[in-house]
Each structure stands twice: as C-alpha cells, then as structure tokens.
T-cell receptor
Framework: DQQVKQNSPSLSVQEGRISILNCDYT??????FLWYKKYPAEGPTFLIS?????DKNEDGRFTVFLNKSAKHLSLHIVPSQPGDSAVYFC???????????FGQGTRLTINP | EAGVAQSPRYKIIEKRQSVAFWCNPI?????LYWYQQILGQGPKLLIQ????????DSQLPKDRFSAERLKGVDSTLKIQPAKLEDSAVYLC??????????????FGPGTRLTVL
C-alpha cells in the first residue's frame, strides 16, 4: 500500500534551468508534506515543508506547491545548481502523529 | 549542536546471525525513530519512541526485530536472526517535542547492513 508515490526514479536537468520533482499521495489524513534531500552515505536532510492548509511555500530557490484536489505536490528548484544533485524524497505526516510516510525517491542530476 | 550519531556505519553478517545497531539522538530530543531503507525505496518507519516509551511499532517485525531506548536517550535496534531481506540501511532520527505543527526530524548517517 504505497500511500506516497514518486513515479520518476530519476531526472536530469541542465544547470541554471528549473527542476520539477513530483509526488502523489492517496491518504486524505496527511496534514504536512515535506521534501528531504539525501546525498550518498548521509542521512536525509530536511529541505522544505508545506501544511495542508496552504498551496505554496517558498524558501529561496525552493518552492513547494500543493494541489489537494489532485492529491499532488511538487518541488521546484530555480535555478538548478550542481550541488542540488541528490536523491529527493517526498514525505507526508498523518494528522495527529509525528510519523512520516516516504515516497520512493527521485534521483536528480544537474548537468553543467 | 551535534547531530544524530549512529554506529557502526557498515556491517556484514551471514543469515541467521544476530546484529545490533546503536543510536545517540540530538541532546534534548524526546522522540526517536528507527527507519529501514531498502535499496530503491524510501525510508519505512520501524519504531517510534517518545522518551523511553513506544509510540508506534506497527511495522516492526517483532519475531526477529527488537528495540529499546535506555533512560530515554540512546537506543539500540537488534535483529535476531537476520534474513537476506534485512539487507538495508537502518536510519535513526530524532525530533523535539513541540507544542504543535511539525517537528523536524533530524537523521543520522545510517548503518548499511548486508546479510549474506
């Protein structure tokens, strides 16, 4: 039962362009959505989050959009930099709990 | 501020052997999590502690996995006996106990387990 899905295992983007990573979910009880970034041999690090009562949250080059009717969220990175090359995980929190449910991850490669 | 510490970083064992992982969370963090990340998948929560009590262990295979959090600080996760499908990265995370909203989870570097 995959409640959070990232359907693109990998994405390749030119440096300076926009990177768009997508995530779909099925559980209407999720109240927070998060993006984590993971480099090899390191643990995931928190990147940006959005509450289910909002539809957009922006932090520097990173913007997360939430479309509740479509149960879809996306992460935009503008402009993309070589240091952004990593695996990105979408995660969701069930209302009333701290437990996170993660997607499978998308490997982003930024080409110079 | 020191991050979440885990040891060992790597472990190779044969099936049916036992193994234990250790985690030291960020000082003052009341909540501690153990996740299992199989290659090509996202982290899956195994167990969540609040201080030294278990909050959620619904996805912990209790016939072979056990975990404890001594005095509400350090934690150990044990597998006995290990199976081939236990090969994964085991991640420990911790978070503070806030009044509401989302309390960010900070992850350690993980322990990569290979079962032969």
């Amino acid at each position: 039962d995959q409640q959070v899905k990232q359907n693109s295992p990998s994405l390749s983007v030119q440096e300076g362009r926009i990177s768009i990573l997508n995530c779909d979910y099925t559980n209407s009880m999720f109240d927070y959505f998060l993006w984590y970034k993971k480099y090899p041999a390191e643990g995931p690090t928190f990147l940006i989050s959005i509450s289910s009562i909002k539809d957009k949250n922006e932090d520097g080059r990173f913007t997360v959009f939430l479309n509740k009717s479509a149960k879809h969220l996306s992460l935009h990175i503008v402009p993309s930099q070589p240091g952004d090359s990593a695996v990105y995980f979408c995660a969701a929190r069930i209302q009333g709990a701290q437990k996170l449910v993660f997607g499978q991850g998308t490997r982003l490669t930024i080409n110079p | 501020e020191a991050g979440v510490a885990q040891s060992p970083r790597y472990k190779i064992i044969e099936k049916r052997q036992s193994v234990a992982f250790w985690c030291n969370p960020i000082s003052g963090h009341a909540t501690l999590y153990w996740y299992q990340q199989i290659l090509g998948q996202g982290p899956k929560l195994l167990i969540q502690f609040q201080n030294n009590g278990v909050v959620d262990d619904s996805q912990l295979p209790k016939d072979r996995f056990s975990a404890e959090r001594l005095k509400g600080v350090d934690s150990t996760l044990k597998i006995q006996p290990a199976k081939l499908e236990d090969s994964a990265v085991y991640l420990c995370a911790s978070s503070s106990r806030g009044a509401g909203g989302y309390n960010e989870q900070f992850f350690g570097p993980g322990t990569r387990l290979t079962v032969l």
